[in-house]
Structure formats: C-alpha cells, structure tokens
C-alpha cells in the first residue's frame, strides 16, 4: 500500500481503525473519497514544500475530515500532527 493510502476511521472504541480506499468509498462514496485522496495529497504537498524549504522533513502526519449540517467537506481538528 503507498504512504497516500494509508487510511482510517474513528473505532467506536479505542484507536482509530485502518482502512482500504475501497472500503472509503463504500462508506462516502466514491466522489466524495476521491475529493479526499486529492485535497490530502495536495495539503501534505503544500505543507511538504513549506517544511523543505526551511531544512524540515514531515516524516508523519495526518489529516482529519468531517462535514458540515449542509453535506460540506470541512478539514477539521487534526492537520499536520503526528498521527501517534
């Protein structure tokens, strides 16, 4: 699995449990899945950028996602935190 593919969701206990990009879509579907995969890629890019140019090196992060009262995909809680 490449590092982009490296997914999860809330558990209802405990850790949050990983997950295939198959199993993404099936529980959001598959454009609103494929609207993550390339609104985290191109944060991470951003923020990768960001950090090389100033002698740093984002070995491990996370993005957390939720949605609005209207359906709006909101980048929520958690960005560019270690996800430990």
Same mark, same amino acid.
């Given at each position: 699995m490449?590092? /982009?593919e490296?997914? /999860?969701t809330k558990a209802d206990e405990g850790h949050d449990e990983n997950i295939t990009f198959d199993?993404?879509?099936?529980i959001l579907?598959?454009?609103v899945a494929e609207f993550l995969r390339e609104a985290s890629l191109e944060l991470y890019g951003?923020?990768? &950028?960001?950090?090389?140019?100033?002698?740093?090196?984002?070995? &491990?992060?996370?993005?957390?996602f939720g949605t /609005?009262?209207?359906g709006e995909v909101l980048l929520i809680d958690e960005a560019l935190t270690p996800d430990s």
């Open positions: 490449a590092a /982009s490296y997914l /999860s199993q993404m879509k099936g579907g598959t454009k951003f923020a990768r &950028d960001y950090a090389r140019e100033r002698g740093i090196i984002i070995a &491990d992060t996370k993005f957390e /609005s009262g209207t």
